[in-house]
């Protein structure tokens, strides 16, 4: 049974700065990658960034490149998203996932994720 839990979720204003965690219950290398999605109310589900466990390549949304970085302790099996220069339609409720192997990781493409973490919660004001 995996888990995937996350942590750091909060309000800050506008230009501020937040890290996520995402602890995971097994070895970060059991899956392809890790990634990180948010949901906005009324809003579809969001790719944010990814992360490949073999290698580390990173992919990002356009809309947070160069602010947002996706990163993992692979002794710890956390994944962190470093937010900065938050803005108010970062707003979201932000998920971690995990994507076994089998196929590509696609960060805009929740579909192929096959675990999922509960959500926290962003509020930028």
């Known amino acids: 049974h995996v888990q995937l839990v996350e942590s750091g979720g909060g309000s800050v204003q506008a230009g501020g700065s937040l890290r996520f965690s995402c602890q995971v219950s097994?070895?970060?290398?059991?899956?392809?990658?890790m990634a990180w999605f948010r949901q906005a109310p009324g809003k579809e589900r969001e790719g944010v960034a990814n992360?490949?466990?073999?290698?580390?390549?990173?992919y990002y949304a356009d809309s947070v490149k160069g602010r947002f970085t996706i990163s993992r302790d692979k002794v710890k099996n956390t994944v962190f998203l470093q937010m900065d220069s938050l803005k108010p339609e970062d707003t979201a409720m932000y998920s971690c996932?995990?994507?076994?192997?089998?196929?590509?990781?696609?960060?805009?493409?929740?579909?192929?994720?096959?675990?999922w973490g509960q959500g926290t919660q962003v509020t930028v004001s």
């Open positions: 996932a995990a994507r076994g192997y089998g196929g590509p990781c696609y960060v805009d493409d929740p579909n192929g994720y096959n675990y």
């Open positions: 097994r070895s970060t290398y059991s899956f392809n990658c």
């Open positions: 992360i490949y466990t073999v290698g580390s390549s990173t």
